[in-house]
């Protein structure tokens, strides 16, 4: 099976040593996004929202660089290092997904990278 790795300059580069995505065998794996400015590199500013935003608008970009979208993914990870955002981050994911709703997760960490209050990964279907 082939496998096919992910990467676009619209999205912020790793933090570490993996992928942005890898595409195999029909499916794309996207590895968990924080608000990270792709530009700076630096954290955005602002609340849960305008980080939920980053982090959504970094997984659009992925998703169209593999040829897909948000109607094509199939499930979603959140993490929040606070549930009291959970609302918050629902209203700003539901304007992305839209009817599109995938199955999802959302959980509770003592911590993300950098000092993020939240990191989003997903699984979506694309062209092999």
Not at 67 to 88: E, P
Request: aromatic share 8%; net charge negative.
């Amino acid at each position: 099976m082939e496998r096919r790795i992910i990467g676009t300059a619209a999205a912020p580069g790793a933090v570490g040593p993996y992928s942005q995505a890898v595409a195999c065998g029909g499916w794309l794996y996207v590895s968990g996004q924080i608000p990270l400015d792709p530009e700076t590199g630096e954290m955005v500013e602002g609340d849960i929202a305008a980080q939920a935003d980053r982090v959504l608008t970094s997984l659009e970009a992925i998703l169209e660089e593999a040829g897909a979208g948000f109607a094509d993914v199939v499930k979603a990870q959140v993490y929040l290092t606070d549930m009291n955002d959970f609302q918050q981050v629902n209203e700003v994911y539901a304007r992305f997904f839209g009817e599109n709703r995938p199955a999802r997760a959302c959980v509770a960490v003592a911590g993300l990278p950098r000092g993020a209050q939240v990191e989003i990964d997903l699984v979506a279907r694309v062209a092999s």
